[in-house]
């Protein structure tokens, strides 16, 4: 697999930006939770649908780490890998 | 320095809103007393209870008032120990064997409450390099037995048998035990599992599959074993979890299983190791009301029937009500504000029910939780309809023709 974590960053703010409620000023650094002022249910399921799109299942004990954009972009690059 | 409550601004003045939107606090009304199971006195007032989860009417079983009452005074009001150590009675293992019984299966665990009966099974059986394969929308007992557990933890779509089977193909070829976590009757949205279809993806891909009955119990299936029973798929479930505090009109919780091995779950299960057993008088209101359960098939047959009654009316006059008929019937609102609304107007008017607000929704909108008995009289959920119509006027809630 080609992924890298800018490819998969870039199609997560892809998708994020196709809710309107999210700021349209958004990149890799961003804070999921306090950036774009996502509930803990929103998140599992916008990560659902990141997971949906590359074919990855991201375990839950998973997302506590995940902060930002591009921690999540890593972490589905490195479930990529080991799969 | 860091206040130790600063966690809770957020949460203080969501309420503080809630309360200056509406007048009450949902979270804190208080039944002064139940004069019968479908009618309490709330602010002084005979109000309607559609909002309970006593759907057959029990917790005013005088079966079980009298089983509670003979008990107490032979037994005492408290065992004081928990299982393993100096909690068990003989009342304990009797409970056991009927329920396990009732089910027909091998065994039976019986737990202080329905939420530890989730929380220890889940975090028992599924260890290190196992993997627990949750429905998205679980009950709160569920997510934090898995939060309890050393296993990684996936979520599949609501009642989507094939993001599970989805799911659980992407983990072929890992080591460790997958277990599937569903829910009979879904307790907001009154939701059915499609629990024959969940059973076919479990058998293809030898995960286990542990079934939730909390809400569907004494509810659904001709002996009110819950949707697997409804559905033939009875053989497929290797645990099923349940709740006393529900059809049973008790408190406590269960799990049955055929699997041998429930013998040493019990001697790993922090959550039933490390809590006071039921007390003697709740033992005995049980097993009264699992024979009342048992011996009134026509139980389930009139709390469909209400059931019924319940969703053409509120599809009548014009609210986006669930599709399916259970005896959960969620209202789906579009504003929290109008939730709000709408909730305090019924309340006064004499109707209770709960108010569920997002995150704690499904899809971010708000909706008002229904809950029909066996024991509502059909002049009960006329009056209730009719104060719902009130209600949602008063709220602007209804579309403008209705
Ligand atoms: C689906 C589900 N499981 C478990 C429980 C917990 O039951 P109990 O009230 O006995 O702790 C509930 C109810 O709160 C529930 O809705």
């Known amino acids: 697999m080609s992924e890298t974590v ?8 892809q998708k994020l930006l196709a809710n309107p409620k999210v700021p349209r000023d958004i990149d890799g650094n961003c804070k999921i939770m306090d950036d774009l002022a996502f509930d803990s249910l929103a998140v599992m399921n916008f990560v659902m649908e990141v997971e949906d799109c590359m074919d990855v299942s991201v375990p839950l004990d998973k997302l506590a780490d995940i902060r930002t954009i591009n921690d999540l972009a890593t972490c589905v690059v490195d479930l990529k890998n080991k799969g | ?20 939107a509406g ?36 917790s005013q079983s005088p079966r079980a008032i009298k ?15 928990s299982r393993i150590a100096n909690g068990t009675q003989s009342l304990h293992r009797q409970l056991e064997s009927r329920i396990a019984n009732y089910f027909g299966r091998r065994d039976a665990m019986v737990f202080s409450t329905g939420y530890q009966a989730n929380l220890g099974m889940i975090s028992t059986l599924a260890g290190k390099d196992d993997y627990l394969i949750l429905d998205a929308d679980s009950h709160a007992s569920i997510y934090d037995g898995s939060r309890l557990s050393p296993a990684q933890v996936i979520r599949f779509r609501h009642n989507d048998a094939d993001d599970l089977h989805k799911r659980l193909k992407r983990l072929d070829g890992t080591p460790g035990a997958k277990l599937i ?29 542990l079934v939730d009955e909390a809400h569907s119990f004494g509810v659904m299936g001709e002996k009110g074993l819950g949707v697997a029973e409804a559905a033939g798929v009875e053989a497929d479930v290797d645990f099923v979890v349940g709740t006393f505090s529900k059809s049973l009109g008790t408190v406590g919780g269960y799990c049955v299983s055929d699997h041998p091995e429930l013998e040493f779950v019990r001697l790993n299960c922090r959550p039933y190791m490390f809590t006071a057993s039921l007390p003697p008088e709740v033992i005995a209101a049980t097993m009264a009301a699992l024979e009342d359960m048992a011996e009134h ?7 469909m029937d209400n059931a019924a009654r319940l969703h053409a009316g509120f599809h009548r006059i014009g609210l986006n009500a669930s ?29 209770y029910v709960n108010l569920s607000l ?19 009289t059909a002049a009960q959920i006329d009056k209730a309809i009719e104060i719902f119509q009130q209600a949602a006027r008063d709220a602007n809630a209804l579309p403008s023709a209705a």
Request: glycine share 10%; aromatic share 4%.
């Open chain 2, 358 to 376: 997002p995150p704690a929704t499904p899809d971010s909108r708000p909706l008002l939780r229904c809950s029909v008995m066996a024991t509502h």
């Open chain 2, 297 to 303: 098939p026509e139980l389930r047959t009139q709390l």
């Open chain 2, 23 to 58: 007048g009450r606090n949902p979270f804190s009304v208080v039944i002064e007393k139940p004069l019968s199971s479908t009618v309490g006195l709330i602010e002084g007032r005979e109000t309607l209870l559609f909002g309970t989860n006593n759907y057959l009417g029990l």
């Open chain 1, 6 to 13: 800018e490819s998969v960053s870039a199609l997560i703010i």
């Open chain 2, 181 to 209: 976590v569903v829910e009979g009757i879904y307790s907001m949205t009154g939701n059915v599992a499609p629990i024959a279809e969940m059973a076919a993806v479990k058998r293809e891909t030898g995960a286990y599959l």
């Open chain 2, 1 to 20: 320095m860091t206040s130790l409550f600063s966690k809770f601004d957020g949460i203080a003045s969501s309420l503080g809103a809630l309360m200056e």
């Open chain 2, 323 to 351: 599709k399916q008929v259970s005896p959960v019937i969620a209202v789906t609102l579009e504003e929290i504000g109008q939730a709000i609304t709408m909730w305090n107007r019924l309340l006064d008017l004499g109707v």
């Open chain 2, 67 to 81: 089983a509670a009452q003979d008990a107490v005074a032979a037994c005492g009001v408290g065992t004081t120990g």
